[in-house]
Protein backbone atom coordinates (compact mmCIF):
# COMPACT_ATOMS: atom_id res chain seq x y z
CA UNK A 1 0.00 0.00 0.00
CA UNK A 2 2.76 2.49 0.83
CA UNK A 3 4.71 1.55 -2.64
CA UNK A 4 1.39 2.59 -4.23
CA UNK A 5 0.47 5.57 -2.42
CA UNK A 6 4.60 6.52 -3.42
CA UNK A 7 3.90 6.10 -6.83
CA UNK A 8 0.79 8.06 -7.24
CA UNK A 9 2.27 11.04 -5.24
CA UNK A 10 4.45 11.24 -8.05
CA UNK A 11 2.49 11.62 -10.86
CA UNK A 12 0.60 14.37 -8.41
CA UNK A 13 4.27 15.97 -8.65
CA UNK A 14 3.98 16.01 -12.42
CA UNK A 15 0.89 18.39 -12.24
CA UNK A 16 2.88 21.62 -11.65
CA UNK A 17 2.42 25.03 -13.59
CA UNK A 18 4.53 27.30 -15.47
CA UNK A 19 6.90 28.44 -12.61
CA UNK A 20 7.43 24.84 -11.44
CA UNK A 21 4.74 25.20 -8.18
CA UNK A 22 2.11 21.67 -7.27
CA UNK A 23 -1.13 23.33 -8.04
CA UNK A 24 -2.70 23.03 -4.97
CA UNK A 25 -5.92 21.54 -6.44
CA UNK A 26 -4.01 18.81 -7.42
CA UNK A 27 -2.07 18.13 -4.36
CA UNK A 28 -5.75 17.93 -2.15
CA UNK A 29 -6.83 15.20 -3.75
CA UNK A 30 -3.78 13.29 -1.96
CA UNK A 31 -5.52 12.14 1.20
CA UNK A 32 -2.93 11.30 3.49
CA UNK A 33 -1.65 14.98 5.10
CA UNK A 34 1.72 13.67 5.79
CA UNK A 35 2.41 12.98 1.76
CA UNK A 36 0.95 15.91 1.02
CA UNK A 37 3.77 17.55 3.31
CA UNK A 38 6.73 15.59 1.81
CA UNK A 39 5.65 16.41 -1.56
CA UNK A 40 5.94 19.93 -1.12
CA UNK A 41 9.00 19.64 1.35
CA UNK A 42 11.15 17.38 -0.20
CA UNK A 43 10.66 18.74 -3.69
CA UNK A 44 11.56 22.16 -3.10
CA UNK A 45 13.34 23.12 0.06
CA UNK A 46 14.89 19.59 1.21
CA UNK A 47 18.32 20.20 2.57
CA UNK A 48 17.77 24.27 3.23
CA UNK A 49 18.09 24.68 6.52
CA UNK A 50 18.79 27.57 9.47
CA UNK A 51 21.43 29.05 11.25
CA UNK A 52 22.05 27.73 14.63
CA UNK A 53 19.02 30.21 16.77
CA UNK A 54 20.04 31.90 19.61
CA UNK A 55 18.60 30.53 22.91
CA UNK A 56 19.96 30.03 26.54
CA UNK A 57 21.84 26.61 27.62
CA UNK A 58 25.02 25.95 29.53
CA UNK A 59 27.28 27.06 26.98
CA UNK A 60 27.97 31.10 26.86
CA UNK A 61 28.27 32.62 23.40
CA UNK A 62 28.42 36.16 23.09
CA UNK A 63 27.01 39.15 24.31
CA UNK A 64 24.08 40.98 22.86
CA UNK A 65 22.61 44.66 23.71
CA UNK A 66 19.42 43.98 26.11
CA UNK A 67 15.75 44.10 24.55
CA UNK A 68 12.52 44.74 26.32
CA UNK A 69 11.30 40.97 27.42
CA UNK A 70 14.84 39.06 27.30
CA UNK A 71 14.98 37.06 30.98
CA UNK A 72 16.41 39.60 33.41
CA UNK A 73 18.50 36.93 35.19
CA UNK A 74 20.89 36.96 32.31
CA UNK A 75 22.01 40.40 32.37
CA UNK A 76 25.58 41.35 33.15
CA UNK A 77 25.52 43.70 35.85
CA UNK A 78 29.45 43.80 36.07
CA UNK A 79 29.33 44.69 32.57
CA UNK A 80 26.85 47.34 32.94
CA UNK A 81 29.10 49.05 35.92
CA UNK A 82 31.92 49.79 33.17
CA UNK A 83 30.04 50.52 30.24
CA UNK A 84 26.14 52.00 31.72
CA UNK A 85 24.65 50.17 28.92
CA UNK A 86 22.43 46.88 29.68
CA UNK A 87 23.91 43.30 28.24
CA UNK A 88 22.51 40.00 28.05
CA UNK A 89 24.50 36.65 27.88
CA UNK A 90 23.48 35.29 24.56
CA UNK A 91 23.95 31.50 24.86
CA UNK A 92 23.83 28.46 21.69
CA UNK A 93 20.96 26.74 21.65
CA UNK A 94 21.51 22.92 22.67
CA UNK A 95 18.34 21.93 20.62
CA UNK A 96 17.47 23.61 17.57
CA UNK A 97 14.60 26.09 16.87
CA UNK A 98 11.21 25.49 19.24
CA UNK A 99 8.35 25.92 16.93
CA UNK A 100 4.29 25.97 17.62
CA UNK A 101 1.89 26.03 15.34
CA UNK A 102 -1.38 27.66 16.17
CA UNK A 103 -4.47 26.56 13.65
CA UNK A 104 -7.74 28.12 13.85
CA UNK A 105 -10.02 24.89 12.95
CA UNK A 106 -13.25 27.27 13.94
CA UNK A 107 -16.56 27.04 11.56
CA UNK A 108 -15.38 30.09 9.22
CA UNK A 109 -12.36 28.03 8.44
CA UNK A 110 -14.89 25.31 6.39
CA UNK A 111 -15.60 27.77 3.97
CA UNK A 112 -14.37 27.19 0.21
CA UNK A 113 -15.34 28.40 -3.30
CA UNK A 114 -12.63 25.83 -4.71
CA UNK A 115 -12.93 21.50 -4.08
CA UNK A 116 -11.50 22.07 -0.96
CA UNK A 117 -12.24 24.89 1.55
CA UNK A 118 -9.68 26.59 4.14
CA UNK A 119 -9.46 24.26 6.82
CA UNK A 120 -8.30 21.60 4.42
CA UNK A 121 -5.62 24.38 2.48
CA UNK A 122 -4.70 25.65 7.11
CA UNK A 123 -3.95 21.89 7.98
CA UNK A 124 -1.75 21.73 4.64
CA UNK A 125 0.43 24.18 5.42
CA UNK A 126 0.30 23.49 9.09
CA UNK A 127 1.68 20.29 8.43
CA UNK A 128 4.30 21.32 5.49
CA UNK A 129 5.73 23.99 7.79
CA UNK A 130 6.02 20.88 10.76
CA UNK A 131 7.09 18.50 8.03
CA UNK A 132 10.45 21.35 6.84
CA UNK A 133 11.03 22.16 10.45
CA UNK A 134 11.19 18.03 11.37
CA UNK A 135 13.68 17.59 8.71
CA UNK A 136 16.01 20.28 10.33
CA UNK A 137 15.60 18.69 13.89
CA UNK A 138 13.49 21.53 14.87
CA UNK A 139 10.75 20.87 17.88
CA UNK A 140 7.86 21.61 16.52
CA UNK A 141 4.35 21.41 18.79
CA UNK A 142 0.71 22.24 17.64
CA UNK A 143 -2.50 23.98 19.18
CA UNK A 144 -5.73 23.43 17.54
CA UNK A 145 -8.91 25.49 18.61
CA UNK A 146 -12.04 26.83 17.86
CA UNK A 147 -13.71 28.84 20.65
CA UNK A 148 -11.43 26.24 22.84
CA UNK A 149 -8.49 24.23 22.79
CA UNK A 150 -8.55 21.50 20.65
CA UNK A 151 -5.70 19.29 20.26
CA UNK A 152 -2.15 20.56 22.33
CA UNK A 153 1.13 19.13 21.15
CA UNK A 154 4.26 20.03 23.08
CA UNK A 155 7.02 21.01 20.48
CA UNK A 156 9.53 18.00 20.58
CA UNK A 157 11.84 16.38 18.09
CA UNK A 158 11.82 12.40 18.99
CA UNK A 159 10.81 9.79 17.12
CA UNK A 160 7.16 9.49 16.03
CA UNK A 161 6.60 12.79 17.07
CA UNK A 162 5.77 14.25 13.20
CA UNK A 163 3.24 11.36 12.88
CA UNK A 164 1.75 12.04 16.06
CA UNK A 165 0.81 15.63 15.59
CA UNK A 166 0.13 14.49 11.62
CA UNK A 167 -2.81 12.64 13.17
CA UNK A 168 -3.95 15.10 15.40
CA UNK A 169 -4.14 17.53 12.73
CA UNK A 170 -6.36 14.96 10.70
CA UNK A 171 -9.23 15.80 13.23
CA UNK A 172 -12.44 17.89 13.43
CA UNK A 173 -13.11 20.17 15.61
CA UNK A 174 -17.04 20.41 16.13
CA UNK A 175 -17.02 23.64 18.08
CA UNK A 176 -18.23 27.18 16.60
CA UNK A 177 -16.94 30.55 17.03
CA UNK A 178 -13.22 31.41 16.80
CA UNK A 179 -11.54 32.29 20.06
CA UNK A 180 -8.13 33.64 20.17
CA UNK A 181 -7.38 33.71 23.54
CA UNK A 182 -7.15 30.25 24.88
CA UNK A 183 -4.24 28.73 22.67
CA UNK A 184 -2.32 32.13 23.04
CA UNK A 185 -2.38 32.15 26.81
CA UNK A 186 -2.35 28.16 26.76
CA UNK A 187 1.72 28.89 24.81
CA UNK A 188 1.82 32.33 27.00
CA UNK A 189 1.63 30.03 30.12
CA UNK A 190 3.56 27.00 29.31
CA UNK A 191 6.34 27.75 26.80
CA UNK A 192 8.83 29.63 28.88
CA UNK A 193 11.69 29.32 26.48
CA UNK A 194 11.33 31.68 23.60
CA UNK A 195 10.70 30.43 20.38
CA UNK A 196 8.78 30.69 17.16
CA UNK A 197 4.44 31.11 16.82
CA UNK A 198 2.95 30.92 13.75
CA UNK A 199 -0.18 31.51 13.81
CA UNK A 200 -2.33 30.14 11.11
CA UNK A 201 -5.87 31.47 10.83
CA UNK A 202 -8.53 33.62 8.48
CA UNK A 203 -9.00 36.40 11.56
CA UNK A 204 -12.74 36.83 11.02
CA UNK A 205 -12.09 37.64 14.52
CA UNK A 206 -12.04 41.58 16.77
CA UNK A 207 -8.85 42.99 15.62
CA UNK A 208 -8.30 44.37 19.32
CA UNK A 209 -8.60 40.81 20.75
CA UNK A 210 -6.00 39.91 18.30
CA UNK A 211 -3.62 42.41 18.42
CA UNK A 212 -3.77 42.08 22.64
CA UNK A 213 -2.97 38.14 22.83
CA UNK A 214 -0.23 38.50 19.91
CA UNK A 215 1.47 41.62 22.06
CA UNK A 216 1.30 39.27 24.85
CA UNK A 217 2.91 36.25 22.71
CA UNK A 218 6.01 39.30 22.09
CA UNK A 219 5.84 40.76 25.30
CA UNK A 220 7.44 37.00 26.12
CA UNK A 221 10.14 37.13 23.68
CA UNK A 222 8.44 35.00 20.98
CA UNK A 223 8.71 35.44 17.57
CA UNK A 224 5.26 35.46 15.67
CA UNK A 225 4.34 35.02 12.52
CA UNK A 226 0.99 35.21 11.47
CA UNK A 227 -0.35 32.94 7.93
CA UNK A 228 -3.89 34.32 7.11
CA UNK A 229 -5.77 32.04 5.33
CA UNK A 230 -8.57 33.68 2.88
CA UNK A 231 -10.64 31.75 0.09
CA UNK A 232 -10.54 33.68 -2.71
CA UNK A 233 -14.37 34.43 -3.18
CA UNK A 234 -13.68 36.75 0.59
CA UNK A 235 -11.21 38.33 -1.11
CA UNK A 236 -12.63 39.65 -4.23
CA UNK A 237 -16.45 38.74 -3.05
CA UNK A 238 -17.13 36.31 -6.07
CA UNK A 239 -20.56 36.24 -5.97
CA UNK A 240 -23.12 37.36 -8.85
CA UNK A 241 -26.86 36.19 -7.62
CA UNK A 242 -28.78 37.02 -4.83
CA UNK A 243 -29.24 34.25 -2.34
CA UNK A 244 -29.56 33.35 1.46
CA UNK A 245 -26.03 33.54 2.81
CA UNK A 246 -25.34 31.55 6.35
CA UNK A 247 -22.68 32.86 8.71
CA UNK A 248 -20.60 29.51 9.98
CA UNK A 249 -19.91 30.65 12.79
CA UNK A 250 -23.21 31.99 14.57
CA UNK A 251 -25.40 30.03 12.21
CA UNK A 252 -27.79 33.77 11.36
CA UNK A 253 -29.35 33.79 7.77
CA UNK A 254 -29.25 36.90 5.90
CA UNK A 255 -30.63 37.43 2.22
CA UNK A 256 -28.53 39.34 0.14
CA UNK A 257 -27.78 40.95 -3.28
CA UNK A 258 -24.09 40.89 -3.83
CA UNK A 259 -24.69 43.82 -6.35
CA UNK A 260 -26.02 46.04 -3.69
CA UNK A 261 -23.43 44.94 -0.82
CA UNK A 262 -20.30 44.53 -2.64
CA UNK A 263 -18.44 48.16 -2.48
CA UNK A 264 -19.77 47.91 1.12
CA UNK A 265 -18.66 44.90 1.97
CA UNK A 266 -15.18 45.02 0.14
CA UNK A 267 -14.54 48.52 1.86
CA UNK A 268 -14.93 47.02 5.19
CA UNK A 269 -13.43 44.25 4.40
CA UNK A 270 -10.56 46.21 3.30
CA UNK A 271 -9.91 48.47 6.10
CA UNK A 272 -10.07 45.11 8.74
CA UNK A 273 -7.07 43.49 6.67
CA UNK A 274 -5.38 47.17 6.81
CA UNK A 275 -5.80 46.99 10.74
CA UNK A 276 -4.44 43.47 10.86
CA UNK A 277 -1.50 44.57 9.29
CA UNK A 278 -1.16 48.06 11.41
CA UNK A 279 -1.30 45.57 14.55
CA UNK A 280 1.39 43.53 13.17
CA UNK A 281 3.52 46.32 12.24
CA UNK A 282 3.38 47.80 15.68
CA UNK A 283 3.92 44.94 17.45
CA UNK A 284 6.79 43.71 15.22
CA UNK A 285 4.96 40.28 14.04
CA UNK A 286 5.30 39.14 10.31
CA UNK A 287 2.26 38.88 8.65
CA UNK A 288 1.34 37.34 4.94
CA UNK A 289 -2.05 36.57 3.43
CA UNK A 290 -2.34 33.24 1.53
CA UNK A 291 -5.46 32.84 -0.14
CA UNK A 292 -6.74 29.21 -1.47
CA UNK A 293 -6.22 29.10 -4.51
CA UNK A 294 -2.19 29.80 -4.53
CA UNK A 295 0.37 27.10 -3.76
CA UNK A 296 1.29 25.62 -0.85
CA UNK A 297 4.89 26.10 -1.55
CA UNK A 298 4.61 29.78 -0.70
CA UNK A 299 3.80 29.29 3.43
CA UNK A 300 6.92 27.63 3.56
CA UNK A 301 8.81 31.06 1.46
CA UNK A 302 6.54 33.28 3.67
CA UNK A 303 8.60 31.41 6.78
CA UNK A 304 11.51 31.59 5.13
CA UNK A 305 11.26 34.93 4.35
CA UNK A 306 10.13 35.94 8.09
CA UNK A 307 12.72 34.58 9.87
CA UNK A 308 15.87 35.79 7.20
CA UNK A 309 14.13 39.32 8.55
CA UNK A 310 15.24 38.61 12.04
CA UNK A 311 19.14 38.47 10.59
CA UNK A 312 19.21 34.98 10.03
CA UNK A 313 20.83 32.84 7.62
CA UNK A 314 19.70 29.62 6.06
CA UNK A 315 22.56 26.92 6.14
CA UNK A 316 22.82 23.63 3.45
CA UNK A 317 22.64 20.80 5.61
CA UNK A 318 26.20 18.76 6.20
CA UNK A 319 27.46 22.41 4.10
CA UNK A 320 29.44 25.38 5.94
CA UNK A 321 26.65 27.79 5.84
CA UNK A 322 26.33 30.92 4.07
CA UNK A 323 24.72 33.91 3.39
CA UNK A 324 21.52 33.38 0.58
CA UNK A 325 17.60 34.59 -0.20
CA UNK A 326 14.34 32.63 0.89
CA UNK A 327 13.40 33.89 -2.96
CA UNK A 328 16.18 32.92 -4.63
CA UNK A 329 16.69 29.53 -3.02
CA UNK A 330 12.76 29.13 -3.52
CA UNK A 331 13.80 29.81 -7.56
CA UNK A 332 16.50 27.16 -7.21
CA UNK A 333 14.50 24.49 -5.87
CA UNK A 334 11.94 25.32 -8.74
CA UNK A 335 13.90 24.81 -11.62
Not at 64 to 70: E, F, I, K
Not at 243 to 270: C, H, Q, W
Not at 298 to 313: E, P, S, V, Y
Request: charged residues 25%; hydrophobic residues 35%.
Amino acid sequence: MADTTERHAAKWVGSKNNKGFIDPGTLMRIKNLEMRAKIIVQGFFNGMHRSPYHGFSVEFSEYRQYSPGDDLRYLDWRLYARTDRYYIKRFEDETNMRCYLLLDMSRSMGFGSLSYNKEEYAKTTAATIAYFLSLQRDAVGLVTFDERIGEYVPARFRSGHLHRLMMCLEKTLAGTATRLEPPIEQIASTVTKRGLIILISDLLAPVDTLETQLGYLRSRGHEVVLLRILDPAEVNFQFESPAMFEDLESGRELYVDPATIRNSYLEKFTAHAQQIRQSCSNLGVDFYELTTDQPLEIALFDLLHARMRRGRTIRRRGGAGGRNTARGALQRSAK
